[in-house]
C-alpha cells in the first residue's frame, strides 16, 4: 500500500495570511490526526478525524481548524498565520479496526514557515 | 502539553553497542507505542506496548513497560549507524486514541 502523503512539503507564508495544508491517508484508513513538531513544544496534538466527525482536539486556539472528506483525505487550515505557527506538521492514518490504541503512521511532513 | 520526559536527551554510542532509552509518562495508560524520527521527517512507527505487558521485542529492539513506576525504556541491541535518528515515546490514554509525545532522545550511532 501507498504511504500516507502530505502536500506541499514545504511552505513559505507570510504573517496574517492563512494556508491549508492536504493528508491523504493510507488506502482503507478512516482515522486521521494531525500533529505539530516545534523545536520548543516537541510534538502536540492538533486534532483527529474519523469518517468525516472531528473526534478529538488538542489545545490549539481556534486558528487552526481541519476537516475530512468521504475519501478520507484530510486538510487542515491555519489562519491568520503568526510567527510562532513555523512548524514541521504531521499528519498520521490510522486503522480503526484494530483495537484501541493502534499504531499511527505519519507522513513525511509539510515544513511551514512563517516570516 | 508533553506527556513526560524522556532520558537521555541526546546520546552517542560506537556501532555494536547497545542503546537505551527511557521515558516516563504521568497518567494512565492504555499502551505506550515507540517512534523513530530521522532528521525533521516522518514519524516510523516502531512498536507497540500495552498497558498489561511487560516486556515486549521487536528484531533488535526490546521495550519494557513499569506501569507502577510510569516509566518505559527502549533498549536497542547492536547498534548500526543507520540507527542515528530520534527516538519519541508516545502514551495513548485509557480514555482516548490521540498520541501524547515525549519529548525525544538524540541517538547518534558512530561508524
Known amino acids: 500500500k501507498a504511504g500516507v502523503t502530505q502536500t506541499p512539503r514545504y511552505l513559505i507564508k507570510t504573517r496574517g495570511q492563512q494556508v491549508t495544508l492536504s493528508c491523504s491517508p493510507i488506502s482503507g484508513h478512516r482515522s486521521v490526526s494531525w500533529y505539530q513538531q516545534t523545536p520548543g513544544q516537541g510534538l502536540q496534538f492538533l486534532f483527529e478525524y474519523f469518517s468525516e466527525t472531528q473526534r478529538n482536539k488538542g489545545n490549539f486556539p481556534g486558528r487552526f481548524s481541519g476537516r475530512q472528506f468521504s475519501n478520507s483525505r484530510s486538510e487542515m487550515n491555519v489562519s491568520t498565520l503568526e510567527l510562532g505557527d513555523s512548524a514541521l506538521y504531521l499528519c498520521?492514518?490510522?486503522?480503526?479496526?484494530?483495537?484501541?490504541?493502534?499504531?499511527?503512521?505519519f507522513g513525511p511532513g509539510t515544513r511551514l514557515t512563517v516570516t | 502539553s508533553q506527556q513526560g520526559e524522556e532520558d537521555p536527551q541526546a546520546l552517542s554510542i560506537q556501532e555494536g553497542e547497545n542503546a537505551t532509552m527511557n521515558c516516563s509518562y504521568k497518567?494512565?495508560?492504555?499502551?505506550l507505542q515507540w517512534y523513530r524520527q530521522n532528521s525533521g521527517r516522518g514519524l516510523v512507527h516502531l512498536i507497540l506496548i500495552r498497558s498489561n505487558e511487560r516486556e515486549k521485542h521487536s528484531g533488535r529492539l526490546r521495550v519494557t513497560l513499569d506501569t507502577s513506576k510510569k516509566s518505559s525504556s527502549l533498549l536497542i541491541t547492536a547498534s548500526r549507524a543507520a540507527d542515528t535518528a530520534s527516538y519519541f515515546c508516545a502514551t495513548v490514554e485509557t480514555s482516548g486514541s490521540r498520541l501524547t509525545f515525549g519529548e525525544g532522545t538524540q541517538l547518534t550511532v558512530n561508524p
Open positions: 497518567t494512565s495508560i492504555n499502551n
Open positions: 498520521a492514518s490510522s486503522d480503526p479496526s484494530r483495537t484501541s490504541g493502534r499504531e499511527q503512521y
